[in-house]
């Protein structure tokens, strides 16, 4: 039985096969499209983006699978309905998916139900991660083809423009894709930390939103040609090597200092907080008003003295003359890091960082640079970052594009890159990830005044919560990294609530009584998430399950120690090799 709640459980997966091509259908989207094996396109799926960005809820209302000897076809009846209580998007679609000899083709037609501002509707197509440094050829939509590279960095802008079709060969199959009914572009999601590139349609450079009238349509097709057969023999792992954990004496890092953000609106500490918790600091923004902020600062120490932990200060300034009144608030001693941002762009400004830079002269207080939004605004604009900002930092979240449970642990792959790329912007200068949270906190690309932000996930008190964060920790801990934020202290978004600390709780009290000690490498099989750590007793393994089945592991240490565990689905456990 899943430990999901039946509102976030996936849908079974429904595996269709024909000839050479596999896939599956996963609710709205065809994902998994391989042809003689060889993973070519990781999904399509049609999308309905509101004027703020949000991806409206699709509900597959019937449908309808036909197989044949060469081939199956699919339809599926969508219904996209706004995520708000108001309702204004409401939209309805038809998929088709037909897969005939060396032939798949996607196609989407949507009709608007009622007006409301769009900024995108039509099909995406997403890209494995795996396509990074190799090479495509790109069909332009004057019908030229331009050689090109998929980027290993984490690109911040637009890689390919004017897309009408991309052609490539992986391991012996040769793949075109043809896209019809829009002009497209690909941009890279790992600035989101989502696990893929992504072509779509409309381009980002033709103005939006746009008025969406009742009864207009849509209409696009995605059209996949593949041939030749696969070159590299498909591994075929023995057995056992599945239910191994392999931890080696090679050193990878050093466990980062926790944070917690700050319980808005919350004076009390915790019943389950103690002074020795070994959590670094509590992270307060200092937003909105400027009246406002000594008593959402006096909130934020009291739970910082609660935890032992130190603060970690953002201010949200509009203009650079709030510094002098934020920096007058501080705690003396007590601050851990400072930084400043923008409210519009969500980045430190330089008339923002003059003025942090003349309120604390003579204060020994570090200071921080970047984004409080996505990695991608910190990639787009580090050039325009004070270059003596003595550290950066940025937020993450698994849920910009897209909330299915797949997709949320496959943002682990993600989060490895952006950590990644945010030590290579960083140099030599220490970098400050977080907060981490399920959902986004706020809207950081809102076109309209709705900017707040979703409430927190339900998934908060559940064990896959600690799971998944055991995957993000180990994903994010890389050297350069020198701390972690993560979710709240208590409340909806918190770690614990109404007394008790919630499964991803007791993990991160453990963690964060680690810090400094060293993480090795380890080899894991997928489905599972393993931060092995060496302490003064011994090796204590922390593992996850980041799947609905139950597995049991044998854990291998590095002098040839061994253990076994058992993990249930979307757990986390630990075992100690001495």
Not at 115 to 129: D, S
Not at 252 to 271: C, D, H, K, N, Q
Request: hydrophobic letters at 40%.
């Amino acid at each position: 039985m899943s430990s999901l709640p039946e509102s976030r459980r996936p849908p079974e997966p429904l595996r269709l096969g024909a000839g050479p091509w596999s896939a599956e259908l996963r609710g709205e989207e065809l994902a998994d499209i391989r042809y003689d094996g060889t993973l070519l396109l990781r999904a399509v799926r049609p999308v309905v983006r509101d004027e703020d960005w949000n991806t409206v809820p699709a509900t597959v209302v019937e449908r309808q699978v036909s197989r044949r000897q060469d081939g199956w076809s699919a339809g599926l009846v969508l219904r996209f309905r706004g995520p708000d209580p108001a309702g204004r998007v409401a939209y309805d679609g038809r998929v088709e998916v037909r897969v005939e000899g060396h032939e798949l083709s996607v196609s989407f037609t949507g009709t608007a139900r009622a007006a409301f501002r769009r900024n995108r509707i039509g099909l995406v197509v997403l890209h494995p991660l795996a396509e990074a440094g190799r090479p495509v050829d790109v069909v332009h939509t004057d019908g030229s083809v331009v050689p090109a590279t998929w980027p290993e960095a984490i690109s911040p802008h637009q890689p390919f423009r004017d897309v009408r079709g991309l052609r490539w060969e992986r391991d012996g199959v040769r793949a075109a894709l043809d896209l019809d009914g829009e002009v497209f572009e690909t941009e890279d999601q790992r600035n989101w930390t989502d696990a893929s590139f992504k072509t779509y349609s409309t381009p980002l450079s033709v103005p939006f939103p746009v008025d969406v009238a009742p009864g207009e349509r849509v209409h696009q097709v995605a059209t996949l040609l593949a041939d030749g057969r696969r070159a590299v023999a498909r591994a075929e792992p023995r057995a056992r090597s599945l239910r191994h954990v392999v931890v080696s004496g090679v050193s990878r890092a050093l466990v980062p200092a926790l944070s917690l953000g700050a319980t808005p609106g919350s004076e009390a500490a915790p019943a389950w907080a103690r002074p020795d918790s070994g959590f670094d600091a509590v992270l307060v923004e200092l937003t909105g008003a400027p009246a406002d902020w000594p008593d959402v600062l006096a909130a934020a120490t009291q739970q910082a003295d609660s935890l032992g932990a130190g603060l970690d200060v953002r201010v949200v300034a509009r203009e650079p003359t709030d510094m002098e009144s934020a920096v007058a608030l501080l705690p003396a001693g007590r601050v851990r890091r400072l930084g400043v941002f923008d409210p519009d762009g969500h980045v430190s400004t330089a008339p923002l960082w003059g003025a942090l830079l003349r309120a604390t002269h003579g204060l020994d207080v570090p200071l921080v640079a970047g984004a409080r939004s996505h990695f991608a605004e910190l990639n787009r604009r580090h050039g325009d970052l004070p270059p003596d900002a003595p550290s950066l930092t940025c937020s993450i979240t698994p849920q910009m594009h897209a909330s299915e449970i797949p997709h949320v642990v496959d943002s682990l792959a993600g989060q490895q890159a952006v950590a990644r790329d945010a030590v290579r912007l960083a140099g030599d200068r220490p970098v400050h990830l977080g907060p981490v949270t399920l959902r986004p906190r706020f809207n950081a690309v809102a076109t309209s005044a709705r900017q707040g932000s979703a409430p927190p996930d339900p998934l908060q008190p559940s064990p896959f919560t600690a799971a998944w964060t055991l995957g993000s920790v180990a994903a994010l801990t890389r050297r350069g990294v020198e701390s972690l934020c993560l979710y709240q202290v208590s409340g909806p978004g918190g770690i614990g609530d109404q007394g008790r600390l919630h499964p991803v709780g007791e993990l991160l009290t453990v963690l964060a009584r680690l810090r400094g000690c060293e993480v090795l490498e380890a080899r894991a099989p997928d489905g599972v998430a393993a931060y092995p750590v060496r302490t003064a007793d011994g090796v204590r393994v922390i593992l996850a399950r980041l799947a609905d089945t139950p597995v049991r592991y044998d854990v291998q240490g590095p002098d040839g120690s061994s253990a076994s565990v058992a993990l249930e689905a979307w757990s986390t456990a630990e075992v100690r090799l001495t």
